[in-house]
C-alpha cells in the first residue's frame, strides 16, 4: 500500500520546529522528494524553506506566524494564521505526511489544519492525532527517528545517502570560500559556536577562552573562527590575535564557514548539525540536553554529556578535542597514505575527501539548477570545484540535446543548439582533463605500480552524466523500476571511484592523462556521409 501512495499526485509534508530540527530533516525530506513522483509540497516556516528546504521542492506554504489558540511558528511571527486561507492555499491534497517527531505546542495547530484538509491518507508519529498510518517513536537519534519515515517507502534507504551539507546559494558559498582563503596557507581553522537562546544549553564564556587558550598554545597551526547570533566574540584570551569574531551573519553564511572549518567545538546547536552534514570532526558539548538525540551522527566526533553545562570541565572538553585530533590523524595516515603527524584539516582537504563529496552532491545540485542558473565561473583550485564545473557543462550539454530532439524545432534552432553542443563538448573534456592534471600534481604515484587506464575524471564524468539521467527519471510519470537499475549502477559506480581513488593513494595502481584531442580548430572531413540522411 504505501508504495502505491508514491504515485500520489498531490503529497504534502509540514514542519514547524526550530532552524536545528530542520537541518536534522533534511535528510529525510531529501529521501522523499526523490521517491514521489510529483513535487512534494512544504507546510514549513519560510526560513525552514530558505535556509534548508528549497532545494527540496519549488512548492511551499509559509506558515510562519501565530497559531490560533496556539504559539508562534517561526521567527517574527507577526501574522495570525487562519485555516481556512491556509486550506485554500493548500488546495485538495491526498497524502500527508508530519515529518515532527515530538510532542510540541504547534501540534495543535497542524491538528485542526490537516483534519481540515482531509487527505486520503495521513502519516505521522504517535500524538493523539488519528493518523492512518503511525510511526513508532523507537529510535534514540532524532535523524534516524525522521528517517523512518522515508523508510516507510523504502526499507533499503540509508540515512547516510541523504546527509550531504547543506546546499547553499552560489553567492555565499563563494562568499564563505573567499573568507576561507583569506587564511594563511597551511592554518587550520577550528569553528566555534558558543551561543544559545535556551540559558540552559550555554557553556561560560571564561571556559570557552580559557578552553582556546589552551588549545591555540598546543597547535600553532589553527585559528579561531567564532560563529553565532550572540556577543562572545572569545577574543580576550592570551591567543586572542588568533580567534576572529564572525557574529552576526546570516545564518547560511554562518553555516558556509562552518563547512569550510576543519574541526568544530559547539554547544547542542544548528551549527553542530551543520557541521554534522559537513563532516567536519567535532566535539559537542550537552547538558540538560542529550548528545544520543541531538547530537553528532555522521561525522568524526566526540561528545561531551553531563547533567548540567556548568559541569563541564575545560578538561574534559580539550581531552576530547585531542583525543579526536589524534584519531582523525591516525586514520589519515591509514587510508590516505599521508606522513605522520597530518592534522584533519589536511585529511579532509585531501582529493579524495574533497572530490567524493562534490560528486554526491551531483543530483541535488542539477535539482536546484532547475530552478537557478548555474554559475559557470572561473575554476578554482579546489578539486571539488573542478568536479562540479564538468557537471555544471554537462547540464547543460544535457538539455540543449532535449531542446534539439523537441518535435518541431526548426533547422536554424538545430544548426545553432549543435554549435553550443559542439562548444559545450570541447569544454567538458578540457574539464575532464583538467581534473586528472590536478588529481597527477597533487598525488604521489607509485610509478612502479600496474597502470589503470580509465582514470577518476572519466568515472567523474560517468556519475555526472548517470545523476542526470536519474534525476530526469525522476521526473517521469513511472521512474520507479528503471530508477531502482540507474540507482545500482550510481551506487556501484561511485564505490568503484572511492576504490580507484583508495588504491591510488595507496600505491596499488596508478594513472596518467589521456589527451583527447578533441578541440583542435582545424580538422580534415571526410565527404563519405556528405549527401547522406541516414
Known sequence: MLSDLLQARTPVVYFSTLVGDSILTLPTLRALAEMFAAPITLICPK???????REVSPHYVDITGVAPGGPPIGPHAHRTLDYETLVSEIGAIDVFINAVPWDIPSNGFIRHLWRRLAPTTSIGFPTDDDYDVIVPRDLPHSADLTFKLARLFDPSLRIENYAQPLLLQPAVQRQARSIRAA????????????D?????KRWPATRFIDLLDRFLSRHRDFVVWVVGMGHEELNVGHERDRVFPHLGLSLDLAMG???NADLFVGIDSSMLHAADLARVPGVGLFGRTRSAMWGFRFAEHRHVDMSAMEDITVEDVLDAMEDLVAETSDRGEDIEGVRVGIRPSAIRRSTKADLLPAVRQFYDVARLWHREEPTDESVCGSIAERALHLH???????HHEDAVRRPGV???EVARRKRCIDD?????????EDIDLTLLDRTDLNQSAPLYTETPATIVDRLSVLALRILHTHR??????????????YDDLFGGLEELLTRIQAGEIRFKLYRQFKSVPQRSYCDLFESRDT
Open 424 to 432: 559545450l563538448n570541447a569544454r567538458r573534456n578540457a574539464a575532464i
Open 392 to 398: 555544471a557543462l554537462n547540464f547543460a550539454l544535457w
Open 476 to 489: 517521469t510519470e513511472q521512474p520507479s523500476a528503471r530508477c531502482a537499475v540507474l540507482e545500482e549502477q
Open 47 to 53: 526560513f525552514a524553506f530558505d535556509l534548508c528546504f
Open 257 to 259: 564557514l562552518v563547512a
Open 196 to 200: 544559545a537562546g535556551w540559558t540552559e
Open 183 to 194: 587564511v594563511p596557507a597551511g592554518m587550520k581553522v577550528l569553528v566555534v559556536h558558543a
Open 410 to 412: 526548426g533547422d536554424h
